[in-house]
């Protein structure tokens, strides 16, 4: 079965850099665009950044673009977020997205706050 697994979060101060990683399963990995999406506290989730099966292409949110980057290794099955001149507005619970077949498979996130 599918399987998406999300670490690297952590409490960071404004300014600083965390590279999320998630682990995929269960699924042939090269075919698939993968996206990270964020949830901060009493809002919905949002994407943040979507790449193409073979990471030729990428797609920022406004909010993230020229910060954060978004990349893959299929040899390795991960997807990763390297987040740099992290703000107290990145702090959400973030996580991976695998759309296929019509039907969308959710990691279980993990935490990033910002904060000093």
């Known amino acids: 079965q599918v399987q998406l697994v999300e670490s690297g979060g952590g409490l960071v101060q404004p300014g600083g850099s965390l590279r999320l990683s998630c682990a995929a399963s269960g699924f042939t990995f090269s075919s698939y665009a993968m996206t990270w999406y964020r949830q901060a506290p009493g809002k919905e989730r949002e994407l943040v950044a979507t790449i193409t099966s073979i990471g030729g292409s990428t797609n920022y949110a406004d909010s993230v673009k020229d910060r954060f980057t978004i990349s893959r290794d299929n040899a390795k099955k991960t997807v990763y977020l390297q987040m740099n001149s992290l703000k107290p507005e990145d702090t959400a619970v973030y996580y991976c997205?695998?759309?296929?077949?019509?039907?969308?498979?959710w990691g279980k996130g993990t935490l990033v706050t910002v904060s000093s």
């Open positions: 997205k695998l759309r296929r077949y019509d039907m969308d498979y």
